[in-house]
């Protein structure tokens, strides 16, 4: 059981690190070129709950074999390094998601901030699906209860700006073209996580090896 949460332990660390180091680099590069906040302040901090909320089944998620056989070391240099690999993966699907909302759909700044909150809470609540294993995700299924509250939370936020509480928050309806993007981008960054993170292991375990 130990070995069990500290393997899902490490899981919430890497997409948390990697996820957050992501934002903060996109949120700084956005403040550069754009004349308002790419996101209120009452927007990130609902973003950051509903993350948290999706991440609450973690502890309750499968963990591999090879994570429990034997016991397993905190190493901060290897969180570091995956933050450092995976990070700018998530900054570069935000910068893609700042040109199309305003070049393709020409949003005002409340659009903006809408679809960057529903964008950025999208990518990395599911991103824990391709992190949680060093594996393939589609052969490591995760526990059933991570799946359903990860993707309620995404169908949460995309239904917010359509809702009552839209107002309180600054959130203006998306049109549907902006979701027709959303999904095909939300699954190429899912695809290229994967890939980045195949190379990044690969290369860990030459370095442990050799």
Do not use: H
């Not at 998620?61 to 570091?80: G, L, N, S």
């Amino acid at each position: 059981i130990g070995r069990a949460t500290f393997a899902n332990i490490r899981k919430y660390i890497l997409m948390g690190t990697s996820s957050n180091f992501g934002n903060m680099f996109s949120m700084a590069g956005a403040s550069l070129i754009l004349p308002f906040l790419p996101m209120l302040p009452t927007q990130i901090l609902l973003n950051n709950m509903l993350y948290d909320l999706s991440e609450a089944a973690i502890p309750l998620d499968r963990v591999e074999a090879d994570e429990v056989k034997q016991p397993q070391v905190w190493d901060m240099a290897f969180i570091r390094n995956f933050m450092w690999t995976i990070g700018p993966v998530s900054s570069l699907f935000d910068f893609l998601t700042f040109y199309i909302l305003l070049t393709v759909l020409e949003a005002n700044e409340a659009l903006f901030q809408t679809g960057w909150f529903i964008e950025s809470l999208a990518t990395q609540t599911l991103v824990i699906f391709i992190i949680r294993t060093r594996g393939n995700p589609l052969t490591n299924r995760p526990s059933p209860v991570l799946v359903a509250t990860s993707c309620a939370i995404v169908a949460f936020a995309a239904w917010l700006p359509y809702s009552p509480l839209a107002a309180y928050f600054g959130f203006v309806a998306p049109p549907l073209k902006f979701f027709l993007i959303l999904i095909v981008m939300v699954m190429v960054y899912l695809a290229l996580v994967e890939v980045v993170k195949r190379g990044f292991y690969k290369f860990y375990a030459a370095r442990i090896n050799g």
